[in-house]
C-alpha cells in the first residue's frame, strides 16, 4: 500500500485555497482596516496614528447620523414588508396553481435586472412629470408627487423599488412551503381551522427557520445598499434623503479620500451587523421552530 | 432540497443544453475576439500617457491635438485614454507610483492634488528642459510666442494654475457662467432682447413677464435657479458674498450678501409654489438634448457656461439665444466690471511622471496659440490667453463668446473657493439646496448649517495638515 | 390546501390575485421595453403611451434607437444608436464584461468544488466548527473591506486591471462552499469508500466520482458567479480606471451620467441591451436556478 498524507493534512490541502483566500482578502483587510480606523490616512501620504479621532469625528458629524438614520428606517420599513410581501406571493404560488413556472418567472425576475439597469428604470418610472406611476396615478384622479425629487418621497420610491426585487425570497419561501408535510394540514382541518389560521399556526412556525435566515440575508444586504441611490442622485438627493451607509464610507474613501474616517465606519458597519446578527438569533430563539 | 439537483436529460433539455452550449461558446468567442481598442504605438519613441476627462465633442477636441503633436514629430508618442472620475483615479494611481505623464484637472483639483505633492511644478521644469524643448517644438512646428507667465495668459485664469506659489498645471479649456436668453421669447412677451437684465431686480421683473401659467401648471419659466442646477453654491458672489477667507482658512457661508442671495433663491418656490417647481423641472430633457429646458423653451432664461452653445447649435440652430453677464445685485452693479465664475481645465504633470521632459514637450505643445484657440473654439469656450487672436471670434460656435471673454478678463471673475475640501463644503449645498426650496426654515439658518459643517470639515483638514508637517510626514507623496 | 378542496370563487380570486402580481412585477420590464422603442418626443406624452405613434413605424423607431441613430434638421446625427455610441463602446464593454466573468467563473466553480470537498468527504478534527466560520463569513459585507482592498490591490499593482475582479474567485466563496458541500452530502458515501478500498486517493476520488455526479450543483455555482460578475456594481467603480475597461454594469452607469447625458430611449434601450443576456439565460435554465435559489433557505 502506497504511503497516505494523514487526513487532517489531506483536508487542510483540500481546503487552502480558502484559507489563502480568506487570509489575503479578508483577514488582512479587517486587520488593515482596524489600523487605518486609528490613522490619517488619504492614500497619497502614509498613515499616521491618530488614536480614536476618526470615530469621535463620526460621533459628532450630523451626515454619519443622518446616513445611519436613513439605513436603519430604509431596514425596519423594507425587510418587514419586503419578508410579508414575499410569503404572501410565495403562499400564493404554493397552492398548486396552473401556470406555476410563468408566475413563478415574472415575480422572479426582477431580482435579476442588474442593479444600474433597475435603478434607470425607476427613475423613469418615478418621473414626476412623464413617469408612468403618476400617469397611472392621474387616470384615477391623483396627482403624484416628484417621487425622487422630494426628500419626502424618496424612501417610500426606494422600498417600492426593493419590493420589486423580493423574486429570490420568493422562490426560498415557496421552496420551504412545498417542504411542509401535508399530514400537518389535514391535522389543522380536523381542528376545524382556517385558512388564515393554518397558515399562521402550521406555515409559519413549520418554515420560521427559514424565515429567520432571510431576515439575516436582508439586514446584511440593507447595509451595503449602494448602487440604486448612487445612480439616482450621486449627493444622494434633495437633503440628502437618498444618502445611505455604504454611499457615505464610499464618498469618505474615494471622493474625500478620507481612509480613516471610511475604516472608521466600516468597523462600525461590521459591529452593528454582528449585533443585528446576534440580536436576530437571540430573539428568535423563543420563536424559531427547528425540526428534529 | 439539494436532492432536487439531478438532471434527467430528455428531447426538451437536450435543446435548452444546445442553446446554453451556443451561448457559452458564442460568449468565449466574443471575449477572445471581441472588438479592442488599437493604440499601439510606433516603434522607437517614447510613449508617454495623457488622461482626458472629457468625453463627445469635448474629448475630442484634445484627441485632435494629441494627434497633431503625434504626427508632428518623431520622438514621442501620446496615447490618450477616456478616464471618468478623472480627479479619484489620478490621485491615487500617482499614489501607487504608477501614475499617467500628463492629466487633465480642473482648476480646483489644484489645492488637493498641490498640498500632497502630487504635481510636479511647471517651472521647475521649464527651467530644467526650457531650452531643449523650446527648440525641439519649434524645429517640428514653427516658432511661437508661448511663454509660461501671466504675460501670456488671461491673468485670472493664470491665476487659477497657481496654488501655494506653485505653477500646478497649464490651462487647457476655460469658460465662464452667464446669463442665457432667449431673445424671439424675450420680443413675445415684450421685453428689448437688446437689453437683457442686468441687476436682479431686473431679471425678477422679465422672469414674471416670460413666466406661462396654465392654470394651476406652470408650463413655462422666466428662470429657475435649478436648471440645470449644477451651481447650486454660486449664488451669493452675484449679490457680493465671499463662501471662503483663504487668510483665516474659514467658511462664510453667512455673510449677509449670502443670506441675501438665497434670500431670493427662496422667492422663487415662494412665488410659484416649490411643489409645482418640482414637478414642472422634473419634465425637463436631458442638457444634451432637444428636450434640455432652454433649447425646448421651457425656460426662457438660464445660468450656463459658454459651452452650452454646442447644444444648442446641435438641436436647435435657429434659437435665437444670447448671452450677457449674470444679473447682480444692485449694490455691486459695475457694467465695466462684470461678475461671473471662471474655470478651467489644468494639464497636469505629476511629480512622480516616468517622462518628465518629454509630458512638458507634450504640454508645451498644446499650450501654442493655435492649439489652445482650437481647443477653445471646439468647446465652445472662450481663449485663456491675453492677447485674443483676431478672427477668434469669427465663426465662433458661441456668437456671445465676446461676453464670456469679457468676463474672463474682468477683476470681479471668481473661482470656486480656493479650499482643499471644496468637495464636502460643495456637497453641502447640494444636499441642502431642497431645503432653501421648500422655503420651511430662514434662509439663513440652512447657510448657518452649511458653514457649521464646512468649518468642521476645514478645521479637522488643517489639524491634519498641522499634525503631518509637525510629524515631518507632510508634503511628499508615499 | 389540495385543488379538490377549493371553492370555484377562490379559485377566480386566486388566479385574480396571480395575475395582478405577476403584471406589476412584469409592468416595468415593458415599460422599459417600450421607452426603447420610440422617438423621444413620444416618451414625454401624457397620459404615457404603450406603443409608439404610428405602431407601423415601430421597426424603424427601434433601429433609431439601437443603431442607426437620430438626426437633427441638417442630417448629422445627435443621438446615436446605443449599439454604436462612439463614448460609451457598449461592445467593449460586453468583450470585457465577458473576460471577467470566464474567469471569475472557472476560478469559483473550481476552487470552490476543491475547498467543498475538504468540508464534506475528508475527515479531520475542528472541521465542523472551520465550515461554520466559513459560514459566518457571508455576514461580512463587501463595503467593509473595500477601502483596505483598493489599497491592497494598488500595492500589488493590479488597480486599472481586470484582477481585483476575478482572482479572489480562485479562493472560493462561501456560500458556493456551503452549497457544495451540501450536495455532495447526498451522494452516497459506499461510491468513494468503496473506491478509497481500491486505493484511491482522496484527490482520485474527488475527480472521478464526486465530480462528474455533482454537475447540477456545480452549474448552480457558475450560474450564480455568472450573474454576479454581470450585475456587479461597485467593484468595477472602484478598482478599474480607464473607459477602455469598463464592464457593461459600470458602462450603463456611464452612459447615464457621462456630462449632457443621453435621452431616456436610448437609455432605457441600452438596459433592455445589458437585460436581454440575463433574460435569455434565466428562461433556459430556469429550474437550475430556482433550486439553486431554493438551498439557501437550507440551514441544518
Known sequence: MRWRLPEWAVGLLFISPWLVGFGAFMALPIALSFWYSLSDYTILEPPVYVGLENYQRLAEDPVFWKVMWNTVIYAVIAIPLGTIFALVIAGLLNAKVIGLTFFRAAVFLPSLVPLVASAMIWIWIFNGENGLLNGALELIGIRGPNWLGEAAWMMPSLVIISLWSIGQAVVIYLAALQDVPTSLYEAADLDGMGVIGKFWNVTIPMISPVILFNVIMAIIATWQIFAVPFIISLDGGPERSGYFYTMYLYDQAFRFLNMGVASAMAWVQLLIILGLTGLTFLVSRRTVHYRA | MTSQLSSNPGWGTLTRRGAIGAMAAGGLGFAVFGPRRAREAPTGRVVIDYWEKWTGQEGEAMRAVVDAFNEGQDRIWVRYFSMSAIDQKALVSIAGGDPPDVVGLINHHLPQYVSAGALASLEELEQTYGREVDASIERAFGPDDFELSEAYYTPKIWRLMRYNGQVGGAPGACTTMALYYDRGAFRAAGLDPDRPPRTIDELDAADERLAVREGDKLVQAGFIHKEPGWWNWVWGFHFGGRLYDAESNTATAVEDENVRAYEWVQSYPSRYGSTRLVSFQSGFGNYNSAQQAFVDGKVRMVFHGSFVANVIERFKPRLDYAAAPFPVDERVYDPDRPIGLVESDVLCIPRSAKHPREAWEFVRFTQRRENLESIARRHAKPSPLRLVSDGFGEGHPNRSIDVHNRIAQSDRAFPKPVTRVWPQYEQEFNANFDAFWRAERPARDILADIQGRAQAIMDADAAKRRRRAGAGAGGRPA | ?300
Open chain 3, 1 to 300: 390546501m389540495a385543488r379538490s378542496r377549493r371553492h370555484p370563487l377562490q379559485t377566480i380570486g386566486l388566479y385574480a390575485a396571480l395575475i395582478g402580481v405577476s403584471a406589476l412585477f412584469a409592468l416595468p420590464l415593458l415599460w422599459m421595453l417600450s421607452t426603447s422603442v420610440k422617438p423621444i418626443d413620444q416618451t414625454q406624452v401624457s397620459p404615457p403611451q404603450w406603443l409608439p405613434e404610428p405602431v407601423t413605424e415601430l421597426p424603424r423607431f427601434a433601429s433609431e434607437n439601437y443603431v442607426t441613430g437620430s438626426k437633427n434638421e441638417q442630417g448629422d446625427i445627435v443621438q446615436h444608436g446605443v449599439l454604436v455610441d462612439p463614448v460609451v463602446n457598449f461592445p467593449l464593454y460586453l468583450r470585457n464584461t465577458l473576460i471577467v466573468a470566464t474567469l471569475s467563473v472557472s476560478g469559483m466553480v473550481i476552487s470552490s468544488a476543491i475547498i467543498a470537498y475538504g468540508f464534506a468527504r475528508v475527515k479531520w478534527r475542528g472541521r465542523g466548527l472551520v465550515f461554520a466560520f466559513v459560514l459566518a463569513t457571508m455576514m461580512i459585507p463587501f463595503p467593509v473591506l473595500m477601502a483596505p482592498l483598493y489599497v491592497i490591490f494598488r500595492d500589488l499593482g493590479w488597480i486599472g486591471t481586470f484582477m481585483p475582479l476575478w482572482v479572489p474567485s480562485w479562493f472560493g466563496g462561501a456560500f458556493q462552499i456551503f452549497l457544495l458541500r451540501q450536495f455532495y452530502l447526498t451522494i452516497p458515501k459506499e461510491l468513494d469508500e468503496a473506491a478509497r478500498i481500491d486505493g484511491c486517493s482522496h484527490l482520485g476520488v474527488f475527480w472521478r466520482i464526486i465530480l462528474p455526479l455533482s454537475k447540477p450543483a456545480l452549474a448552480v455555482v457558475a450560474l450564480f458567479q455568472f450573474i454576479f460578475v454581470w450585475n456587479d456594481f461597485l467593484g468595477p467603480l472602484i478598482f478599474l480606471q480607464h473607459r477602455d475597461q469598463f464592464t457593461l454594469a459600470l458602462g450603463l452607469q456611464l452612459y447615464q451620467s457621462q456630462a449632457g447625458n443621453v435621452p431616456q430611449n436610448a437609455l432605457m434601450a441600452a438596459s433592455v441591451l445589458i437585460l436581454l443576456p440575463v433574460v435569455i439565460l434565466f428562461v433556459l435554465t430556469q429550474r437550475t436556478f430556482v433550486e439553486g435559489i431554493a438551498t439557501q433557505g437550507l440551514k441544518e
